[in-house]
């Protein structure tokens, strides 16, 4: 018979460090972006769509090694700087399926949401 293996829970404090980490990373995301949108602004906005993501992704990037290198937890502040960035695009592909599900429901139901009578 094999013994099942023991799990933990998980602990609140860890929970709430954790979280304090990842707002303190978007605080950080911030800042940092204050500075690095001037130097490579030019160059991620011509990327369309994705510059957004790109921009994100480099702000996030020197979060996390200034976290890494001083205070710790430089993934989770690196995450919670790309939060932002990651929100924004998940609204931008959501927002756009949802315009093409009203769309195509509008057209089903010949332009109209009342009921014909």
């Not at 018979?1 to 404090?13: A, E, F, H, V």
């Amino acid at each position: 018979m094999k013994r099942r293996t023991r799990r933990s829970n998980p602990g609140i404090g860890g929970i709430v460090m954790n979280g304090l980490y990842v707002g303190l990373g978007m605080w950080a995301g911030g800042l940092v972006g204050g500075f690095t949108n001037s130097l490579t602004g030019g160059i991620t906005s011509s990327l369309g769509p994705l510059g957004g993501l790109a921009q994100g992704l480099i702000n996030a990037y020197i979060v996390a090694w200034l976290a890494g290198r001083t205070i710790g937890h430089g993934d989770l502040m690196g995450a919670g700087a790309f939060a932002g960035p990651a929100v924004g695009a998940l609204q931008g592909v959501l927002g756009g399926a949802t315009s093409l599900v009203s769309s195509a429901t509008h057209i089903v139901t010949g332009g109209s949401n009342t009921p014909k009578q």
